[in-house]
């Protein structure tokens, strides 16, 4: 999820990817909870919540991981998602980064629908939000899971050219 919303904010929005390197080094739910605050005490990230309200960054990331976590969860069942998250605070084991996977057509329209959604609310113009949902949109159908284990064979080439074929 976490190159998604690089990749995205490279594209639409470079100027703000310090902040998106910043935020890299919390675990996801920290960061989602703090771009999610709406007004409060603490700055969280050293400026004022009005110069978040327009920036890309924390809308793509908070669509990108409220999709991410409710398609997931819709792949997982009930039983054995939540014991996970029970034997991880037992445990006392970090939460595994949120990942992004497989989507449908549908479930790529409803996250644009999302995007567009969210950054009209946080003061982004229509166009603006349309561009950001469409480089969402793109990234997350580039990055299809399924794509990269099924087309390439471990060891290949494949596209990147950064694998050997095995030897033997």
């Known amino acids: 999820m976490r190159d998604v919303v690089r990749e995205v904010v490279a594209e639409v929005a470079p100027e703000e990817l310090p902040l998106v390197e910043a935020l890299a080094r919390f675990d996801d739910a920290t960061v989602v909870r703090r771009l999610g605050r709406r007004g409060g005490r603490r700055e969280p990230l050293g400026f004022g919540l009005g110069e978040v309200a327009t920036m890309v960054a924390p809308v793509v990331w908070l669509v990108v991981d409220e999709a991410a976590r409710q398609f997931a969860a819709a792949a997982v069942t009930g039983a054995s998602g939540g014991m996970k998250s029970v034997l991880r605070k037992v445990l006392r084991r970090p939460a595994t980064p949120v990942a992004v996977p497989a989507l449908t057509r549908e479930q790529l329209a409803e996250i644009r629908r999302r995007v567009v959604e969210s950054a009209v609310q946080r003061g ?26 099924s087309q390439e064979p471990p060891g290949s080439a494949g596209p990147s050219g950064s694998g050997t074929p095995a030897q033997g």
């Open 124 to 149: 982004l113009g229509e166009g603006r939000a349309a561009v950001i949902a469409d480089a969402v949109v793109a990234r997350l159908a580039l990055s299809a899971p399924e794509d990269q284990s």
